[in-house]
């Protein structure tokens, strides 16, 4: 992967933050025992300046963990605590975004959430690289998509395509 024109492939994970990617992963991605607003500052722990200034941006783009900013996070629901796990990847301003599988374990309203989430961060700039079980959603905020059967790559190209795609339509949307 190359972020910048640089070829990151296989920094360890400190230089790959240093470098403009974050990553929010399935499960535990946030830290219960530390307040909303602590989870953000240790998102932002490679941040010279301006984590308050980027406080205010990132609660303003989730105004549901806004109003529990001083509340532990372990006292979240699911949905609200992956939004501060989107949350504090985005307070370093990162360049590209690893989610993996975001709105699994969460309501159908909440999933709608997320995924608009997405797409807000997505049109401000940021890369997304989404890996999701659930095609219809993903396919439907992505410009291109691969499909995956059985660890191998069975389908790939943009993500119209595929969404109208008869293969995909019946092996992974119900079509």
């Given at each position: 992967m190359t972020v910048k024109q640089e070829d990151?492939?296989?920094?360890?994970?400190?230089?790959?933050?240093?470098?403009?990617?974050?990553?929010?992963?399935?499960?535990?991605?946030?830290?219960?025992?530390?307040?909303?607003?602590e989870n953000l500052q240790m998102g932002g722990f490679?941040?010279?300046?301006?984590?308050?200034?980027r406080l205010d941006e990132v609660f303003s783009l989730f105004p549901d963990i806004a109003v529990r900013r001083r509340e532990v996070a372990g006292r979240l629901s699911g949905g609200q605590r992956q939004m501060l796990a989107l949350a504090r990847a985005l307070m370093l301003d990162p360049q590209v975004l690893l989610l993996d599988e975001p709105s699994a374990?969460?309501?159908?309203?909440?999933?709608?959430?997320?995924?608009?989430?997405?797409?807000?961060?997505?049109?401000?700039?940021t890369a997304i690289l989404l890996v999701e079980q659930n095609a219809r959603e993903a396919l439907?905020?992505?410009?291109?998509?691969?499909?995956?059967?059985?660890?191998?790559?069975?389908?790939?190209?943009?993500?119209?395509?595929?969404?109208?795609?008869?293969?995909?339509g019946r092996l992974y949307l119900g079509a």
């Open positions: 990151v492939t296989g920094l360890p994970p400190d230089q790959m933050v240093r470098r403009g990617v974050s990553y929010v992963p399935q499960v535990d991605n946030v830290f219960p025992s530390l307040t909303v607003t490679v941040r010279a300046n301006g984590v308050k200034g374990s969460l309501s159908p309203k909440m999933v709608e959430v997320i995924f608009d989430r997405i797409r807000v961060i997505n049109q401000a700039g439907a905020v992505c410009s291109r998509g691969y499909v995956l059967a059985m660890g191998a790559n069975r389908l790939e190209g943009e993500a119209g395509s595929l969404l109208a795609n008869e293969e995909v």
